[in-house]
């Protein structure tokens, strides 16, 4: 049986250690305060699980493309805590950036971050390990400096890094 352990690591465990390695298991989410700029977006309001709200997205893509309308990166604002808010009751803004001189029409939303300051979490991965590890690390911030979160916070996604924003003021 002992002759067998190399083989084992060999054939096994190191293959599955490179895949969650390759998914971003054992990175580090990215902390920082940063000013950000302001963001014009359309959107549609996602309401549930928060699982949903990528399939809202690409109506919001689909409706754009219709009104000649380009679009940008996707954005979702997060409106609920999910620890203390049950799925069925949750929102988000669905939403993708649009030109500040866009004017999108019925039944998209139009929205506007303004410029701030924000806590900005980064973390690169596997959508699997990524949510989890990003807001782990947000609140553990929150946590150590005295903070409370607050909502809603913008989320984007680009290059399997998502990028949690949480307004200062």
């Known amino acids: 049986m002992t002759k067998q ?4 690591l060999l054939a096994f465990l190191l293959p599955l250690l490179a895949v969650f390695w390759w998914w971003g298991a054992f990175a580090a989410p990215e902390i920082k ?27 919001v893509r689909d ?18 805590d999910p620890r203390t808010t049950p799925a069925a009751r949750r929102k988000a803004q669905a939403g993708v950036v649009i030109s500040g001189d866009a004017q999108p029409k019925v039944p998209l939303l139009e ?18 390990f990524v949510y989890g590890k990003a ?5 553990d911030y929150l946590k150590q400096h005295g ?20 307004a200062l003021k």
């Open 5 to 8: 352990w190399p083989y084992f």
């Open 33 to 59: 305060i940063s000013p950000r700029k302001m963001v014009h977006y359309a959107y549609l309001v996602s309401a549930g699980d928060y699982s949903k709200v990528e399939e809202r997205q690409r109506e």
């Open 63 to 80: 409706l754009l493309k219709q009104q000649a309308i380009a679009a940008g990166q996707s954005l979702t604002l997060i409106e609920n």
């Open 111 to 128: 929205g506007t971050l303004p410029e701030r300051d924000a806590l900005v979490v980064s973390a690169r991965g596997h959508p699997f």
């Open 135 to 139: 807001y782990g690390a947000l609140l």
């Open 147 to 166: 903070m409370a979160l607050r909502l809603p916070v913008a989320e984007t996604t680009r290059d399997n890094t998502l990028t949690i924003e949480m």
